[in-house]
């Protein structure tokens, strides 16, 4: 067996993630590894803490990057905050929300779902109407944009409800981080998750994470151990916590450089100037379909500007227009997931790729392979 | 807040990991990040999992990278195939057996401790005892190459044992895989994991695992489901099965290049070359290190060549020894963990760092140092 290094073909990432990688982003990545206890690294990773605050809008001490993708910062709040028995109001209208309650049940909670359509957000009216139903839920866990279908839920709203029921929230923010309006402070989000592969235009493998004061007392509070050594956040506390770094396990060092180097190109834009250009780029993306006659799966009103679902127009050949794009444009859309699988393709927008050149491109793509 | 691009000097990694990382391999991380689901990227996947059967010398189906660090791979193993009231023996000569147990009582297994010294290797008499003395326990689980204390145990002679006592073997092979002899499928091993940070000269964040046939049929005939959903290789296999990949997860794209490419350099070198070059250096650094009149932790029978535990000399201090290599010359060696915390250091030449301009650096800049 002789293999040759790999050398991928520059592509366009416009699928749901990963999306393309700032080049800046790219070059942090390939500097030189030093150890992970090295003061320069330690330095590097309280930057990366207020980075990551930063950009969920939150002053919470318990702000981190989980060393793994977004489903284990997803999990990270299942495993750490719910208990055995303990019932969570889970709203499902897409993949990820089916996956939270997955979660639930493998740490032995309760589920209570909210179900809504795939492609419309969470009703914020059948979410009140399950808190007044089960007074005895702890959590209230939704998922603030959908990838699976690109819709958008009131994540302030629903944040707003489970206060009044006093219930913790727990957002899935992995493709709304830095693509639009979110604010876990302001809005009372108690445990939050995202993925360093969307709108952060960094590579695919950390997980920033964000609990509030209420969240780490129901941590603190636990009468049973966490069920997972690597996700339990007492232990990873003690290298992210403020004063001596305690071993946990080895950070992943480069890709921290990457992270960092994608929440200072961020904090450099301004998270506002940021959510209004991916909205700037939907705009442009969304006349440009119109004129392709291609029509999107969720409402104006809910829709996500970095996630553009929009169904396959009768006659296309799904696989054959991806790998029309792919082979011919070097371009990446997304297929469908779970019940859009074969009807939907999901247009990204997402972080560096929500520029005009992308947008032009995929336009004219798209028209080729299509018309 | 404005942050400059963070600029880590380059240090020479000879601590207990991360160690060097190869330059073709930081070269290959940064290379333009595709999506994980192109053809392009599958194709690479094949070649990732063909080049970690080859390290691993197994003909595994089921061996894949876990998307997170070592100690996520040891927990893929306890929360795959240990069930709720299972006996594991459990080996502890160091740290990582202690953690084994955690992992172990967090699944609802009971953990039957089998305890050495720090510093010696797994005793087999006393595993051969704990396996006679309990024929109801379902797994071995001991550790390799002890990065606490740089112990090498008989994996060969405790896989042998395991074997004649029907129970799977769990090995930890996070410091020895490509830095001394391992033979998975000739030893028997049921499920073994590694780091990719330590003698793959590779960026940490990637662990590879292993399962023998054995062990994914103790895996299917589960009767109840694993608990963790991120590390769940029920659904994981769907990804780096045959045929189509389905999606599980966002794959760490450019850490998998990182990997593909470390791997490749140790199967040009070849494993027997690669475990001499290993043997060969630290014969190097020992003979220096007796100059200096630093005497080892562990006895030469059972000592490790990349983890080379040494006393702290009488009257040097520990933490301003260690920050002038650090700050004079750029080089890291490890802090004591555990037991062996501010009593010895511990000097790693792992992978690409087994070089002899290490080795005399090294050296040399400890004399300067100490006296």
Known sequence: MTLAPFNPTPRTLMGPGPSDVHPQ????????????????FVAMMDEVKALI??????????????????SAGMETCFVNLVEPGEKVIVCRNGVFGERMRQNVVRVGGEAVMVDDEWGTPVSVDKVAQALADHPDAKFLAFVHAE????????????????????????????TSLGGNELRVDEWGIDAIYSGSQKCLSCVPGLSPVS?????????????????????DQTLVMGYWGGGKRSYHHTAPVNSLYALHESLRLLQQEGLEN??????????????????????????????????????????????????????RFNLEIGAGLGDL???????????????????????????????
Not at 53 to 70: H, L
Not at 216 to 230: D, G, Q
Not at 303 to 324: K, M
Request: net charge negative; aromatic share 6%.
């Open 25 to 40: 982003v790219l070059q942090a990545l390939g500097k030189p590894t030093i150890g992970h206890l090295d003061p320069q």
């Open 53 to 70: 605050q930063y950009a969920f809008q939150t002053e919470n001490p318990f702000t981190i990057a989980v060393s793994a993708p977004g």
């Open 147 to 174: 990838t699976s279908t690109g819709a958008l839920s009131d994540a302030k709203a629903l944040c707003a409800l489970a206060q009044q029921h006093e219930v913790l929230s727990i957002v899935d923010a992995v």
């Open 211 to 231: 609990f509030s004061a209420k969240a780490v007392a129901k941590l603190e509070a636990r009468t049973t151990p966490v069920p997972s050594w690597f996700l």
């Open 274 to 327: 940021a959510w209004a250009r991916h909205r700037a780029m939907h705009e442009k993306l969304k006349a440009g379909l119109e004129k392709l006659g291609l029509s999107f799966v969720v409402d104006e009103a809910s829709r996500l500007p970095q996630l553009n679902a929009v169904y396959i127009p009768e006659g296309a050949d799904d696989g054959a227009v991806r790998s029309a794009l792919l082979e």
């Open 341 to 371: 699988a074969g009807k939907a393709w999901r247009i990204g927008l997402m972080g560096y790729a929500a520029r005009e050149e992308n947008v032009v491109l995929c336009l004219a793509a798209l028209d080729e392979v299509l018309n």
